[in-house]
């Protein structure tokens, strides 16, 4: 069962164009979702997160979206740079009745994006 | 700068073995998670630890066990590998509220079973 789930295994955009990336949840307890960027032969890396008290967080190049009545998150990379080319992770976490997450979280399949010169 | 390190990048095993993975963080972190990651399924946790000598099962504990000794060391421990337990395994680790959600990734290692 599959709680988050990334459609697109790749994404191929040309360098300076806009790279979005979508991610889909099923499960309504979520409320803090995240994005990770990974390299090959790396460890993922924090790239950005939005609350769901928020529809939008900016950072730099890169912004985080949230629908949460569609489950719906989206990352838009603009303007794309070849650099960007990684796999990238949605994720999400949810508190239990108590209030507490211990901070697990649930991944994406991921998505591979190739941004060509 | 948080720096998660884990024992080995590539590891070649025999199945049967017993197999210990190493992983060692050096921010005082309260939090350490096991995952694996394998294509077209993403990152999927094994086990995670929100204290010392503290342990929770996550979503595909079958065939691992862990342990945690001290708050900075997280192992991972294969009784018996099998060919399907191939994969690459991350390491991670988070503070506490609030920003319990942000993990930090260790490297990673490649272990292939035969």
């Known amino acids: 069962d599959q709680q988050v789930k990334q459609n697109s295994p790749s994404l191929s955009v040309q360098e300076g164009r806009i790279s979005i990336l979508n991610c889909d949840y099923t499960?309504?307890?979520?409320?803090?979702f995240l994005w990770y960027k990974k390299y090959p032969a790396e460890g993922p890396t924090f790239l950005i997160s939005?609350?769901?008290?928020?529809d939008k967080n900016e950072d730099g190049r890169f912004t985080a979206f949230l629908n949460k009545s569609a489950k719906h998150l989206s990352l838009h990379i603009v303007p794309s740079q070849p650099g960007d080319s990684a796999v990238y992770f949605c994720a999400a976490s949810a508190r239990d009745a108590g209030g507490t997450s211990y901070g697990k979280l649930t991944f994406g399949q991921g998505t591979i994006l190739t941004v060509h010169p | 700068d948080v720096k998660v390190t884990q024992s080995s990048r590539y590891l070649v095993k025999r199945t049967g073995e017993k197999v210990f993975l190493e992983c060692v963080q050096d921010?005082?972190?309260?939090?350490m998670f096991w995952y694996r990651q394998d294509p077209g399924l993403g990152l999927r946790l094994i086990y995670f630890s929100y204290d010392v000598k503290m342990k929770e099962k996550g979503d595909i504990p079958e065939g691992y066990s862990v342990s945690r000794e001290k708050k900075e060391r997280f192992s991972l421990i294969l009784e018996s590998a099998s060919t399907n337990q191939t994969s690459m395994y991350l390491c991670?680790?988070?503070?506490?509220?609030?920003?319990?959600?942000?993990?930090?990734f260790g490297p990673g290692t490649r272990l292939l079973v035969l």
């Open positions: 921010m005082d972190h309260e939090n």
């Open positions: 991670a680790s988070s503070p506490r509220p609030p920003l319990q959600e942000t993990q930090y």
């Open positions: 499960n309504s307890m979520f409320d803090y």
């Open positions: 939005i609350s769901s008290i928020k």
